[in-house]
């Protein structure tokens, strides 16, 4: 498997990569393409892609939380076709090398859903299995409908992340919003 990371808007390459994007997040919390844009003129975004046999199969929209050395895992998705293969922990693996080599992260970051539906309690356990911990505070977002918890992944033993999942969705708020500052949109994840 073949993994690319980017970190400007690319619009051919968006194109092939949208499909498994809205596939997964749809209906789902997934950002609109002018936000995307947007996350990428601002420097805030990186666009992780995983190629087998010439195609498109796996894809991650991650940031940077600022004042801190952790890696927002924004959304992370595989092809539905392409799903129960590894593909998504062999994702995770590429995520974690580059995020400490070439993003100088020791962290990683991701918010859950916290109703335990199986699919949820299926994708936590994916969580766990890449090495996150799951926080126990609960986070209510006023412009979505679903609450949320944070996990977080410390790769090195120190770091500056806080460890407590309401100091952790401070980070997380600063992050979509200033996602969503600037753009057309109006509303936000928050």
Not at 42 to 59: N, P, R, S, T, Y
Not at 96 to 123: A, C, D, F, H, Y
Not at 148 to 177: Q, S, W
Request: glycine share 8%; hydrophobic share 35%.
């Amino acid at each position: 498997m073949e993994f690319q990371t980017i970190n400007q808007w690319d619009e051919k390459l968006w194109k092939q990569v949208s499909p498994i994007y809205h596939q997964a997040f749809d209906g789902k919390g997934a950002k609109p393409e002018k936000i995307i844009r947007n996350m990428f003129q601002k420097q805030l975004c990186f666009l992780h892609i995983g190629v087998e046999e010439g195609q498109i199969v796996a894809m991650a929209l991650t940031g940077k939380l600022e004042g801190t050395q952790a890696l927002l895992i924004d959304y992370l998705a595989v092809h539905h076709k392409w799903q129960h293969r590894g593909i998504g922990m062999k994702m995770m693996k590429y995520i974690q090398e580059w995020s400490m080599t070439k993003g100088n992260m020791k962290s990683l970051v991701i918010e859950v859903e916290s109703e335990e539906t199986p699919e949820t309690l299926s994708r936590n356990h994916f969580w766990k299995k890449c090495g996150f911990t799951l926080t126990d505070y609960i986070h209510d977002y006023k412009w979505v409908p679903e609450s949320y918890r944070a996990m977080f992944l410390n790769m090195v033993p120190d770091t500056n992340l806080p460890e407590k999942g309401e100091e952790l969705f401070k980070l997380i708020e600063k992050f979509h919003k200033a996602s969503y500052q600037g753009s057309e949109v109006g509303g936000n994840k928050n």
